[in-house]
């Protein structure tokens, strides 16, 4: 059993660390926020892959909501407005 939570464990962090400059779409929705001071971006990216660690399934299915506004805006632009 330990096997299998040191696995969650691990795939959170590595989900954290690859997803950080993708965070925005994780939590306040597919817009894109202000870059943070370079002073605190490690800070930022200690946190984030933390946070990640622990809650990866739920940030997995709030990045497949964005994607799916993204795409849904997407074909709006695209199509004509009548």
Known sequence: MNIYICLFLLLGLVFGLSTFSYRHLFSEGPHQVDAAEAGAAWGAR???????TFLWPIMVLTGLNSARILAKRKRQAVSPQH
């Open 46 to 52: 200690v946190l984030w892959a933390m946070v990640c």
